[in-house]
């Protein structure tokens, strides 16, 4: 089946650890994105990327960043550079000239 | 600058009951797109509907109904005869094209309690 998937679930990181949260699709979409969710909040956009080797910093895009090496793969990274990392992670991808995005499942981060 | 408010924080009915969710934006774009998503408790966001700027025309599917209005700057979503099923965060959206490609803005959300 066709979907994004998202890999861990959890998260746990360590005071000075980077940590890179997976995303994955096979939609054959052209476009991703990260967004980050804080407890009873909107979604927040941190990096999005239309194509291949190029992406864009979103609104909060410090202490965070990225690479788009293949079509189907936008990991993210959180530096140690991002003091409150404890937060729900959403992926999604669109097609293109789709506007509608499509979401992952999730990654919870949380700092130990 | 775009921005999406959804004035209802929670709202809490009981099964069968009639609930509209609200939503205002701002745009400046005469072209832009507006989303509602569903938020069950697993967390993924889950695709509910899309809206065009051109496109006024109100859309029901199912027990869920969606009213565009332009002169208002709103796109409220309405559920009838509601279930528990339905409880979960609803998010409306706004997307415009910018430098760089289409950008998504999501309001706070509203969390919608059905008790049974």
């Known amino acids: 089946d066709g979907g994004i998937t998202q890999s861990p679930k959890y998260l746990f990181r360590k005071e000075g650890q980077n940590v890179t949260l997976s995303c994955e699709q096979n939609l054959n979409h052209d476009a991703m994105y990260w967004y980050r969710q804080d407890p009873g909040q909107g979604l927040r956009l941190i990096y999005y990327?239309?194509?291949?080797?190029?992406?864009q910093k979103g609104d909060i895009a410090e202490g965070y960043s990225v690479s788009r090496e293949k079509k189907e793969s936008f990991p993210l990274t959180v530096t140690s550079a991002q003091k409150n990392p404890t937060a729900f992670y959403l992926c999604a991808s669109t097609g293109r000239g789709k506007e509608t995005q499509y979401f992952g499942p999730g990654t919870r981060l949380l700092v130990l | 600058a775009q921005k999406v408010t959804q004035a209802q924080t929670e709202i809490s009915v009981v099964e069968k009951e009639d609930v509209t969710l609200d939503c205002v934006y701002e745009?400046?774009?005469?072209?832009?797109?507006l989303f509602w998503y569903k938020q069950p408790p697993s967390g993924e966001l889950v695709f509910l509907i899309r809206?065009?700027?051109?496109?006024?025309q109100n859309e029901i599917s199912g027990r869920y109904s969606w009213n565009f209005q332009k002169s208002t700057s709103s796109f409220n979503f309405t559920i009838t005869a509601s279930q528990v099923v339905d409880s979960a965060v609803y998010f409306c959206a706004l997307s415009g094209f910018h430098t760089g490609g289409f950008k998504t803005i999501f309001g706070a959300g509203t969390r919608l309690f059905v008790k049974a």
């Open positions: 809206r065009n700027s051109f496109d006024e």
């Open positions: 990327s239309q194509i291949v080797n190029d992406f």
């Open positions: 745009t400046r774009d005469t072209t832009y797109y």
